[in-house]
């Protein structure tokens, strides 16, 4: 919405919720509640900066549990240390906010983990880098790196690409929305990862 030269900030409200009542669980929840006060208009504002996306979303209710983290339905794994928290909680509203605006991937579909997270990682390191910083960006990438080839397939693909180049790949998608996933290319065969969930 436009008002004057004014574009109004989107407000999204995401509410927390432990699995079960686990004091564990409450404790995590207290952290990313924590985390959302502190950085969340932040990492709205910079997520949607980055994509020229606004969130469709309004409200999101996350649930905190000992589960592998997820989109849809957003969960997040409370045993995260306070980092992890953080650059996860990004990296799943980075999602969010791709299929609101309808790039929209079919989990479990062959291509579509890569193709998804292709699509996010050419903002989302760039997004870390401003919110938390450049170390805490590579430590996240590492991270997440390290969950599975898939994910250090596609944070190769993207870092292979400077700032600029995953900006305008970005904005090549963006201009070919109806096929988006064919403007994702490999750049390199020998670097093709598949096989995982979103
Ligand atoms: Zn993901």
Not at 49 to 70: D, G, H, M, Q
Request: hydrophobic letters at 40%; charged letters at 25%; a neutral charge.
């Amino acid at each position: 919405m436009q008002t004057g030269n004014l574009v109004a900030e989107s407000s999204l409200e995401v509410n927390f919720h432990p699995e079960w009542s686990d004091p564990q669980l409450v404790t995590a929840v207290r952290e990313y509640r924590n985390i959302w006060t502190a950085h969340g208009s932040s990492i709205v504002e910079v997520l949607e900066r980055r994509t020229k996306l606004r969130f469709v979303e309004t409200t999101i209710n996350a649930l905190v549990c000992e589960y592998p983290s997820r989109a849809r339905p957003l969960i997040l794994r409370a045993s995260y240390p306070k980092n992890v928290k953080c650059s996860t909680l990004v990296h799943e509203l980075g999602h969010r906010i791709l299929w609101g605006n309808g790039y929209k991937t079919t989990p479990g579909e062959k291509g579509s983990f890569v193709n998804a997270h292709k699509l996010l990682f050419l903002f989302l390191f760039d997004a870390y880098v401003e919110l938390f910083g450049e170390k805490m960006a590579q430590q996240a990438v590492e991270f997440e790196s390290s969950l599975g080839p898939g994910y250090k397939g596609c944070w190769q693909w993207a870092l292979d690409l400077n700032q600029a180049e995953r900006a305008i790949r970005f904005a090549d998608i963006k201009r070919h929305k109806e096929a988006w996933t064919s403007h994702l290319e490999i750049l390199d065969a020998s670097r093709v990862y598949d096989g995982h969930s979103l």
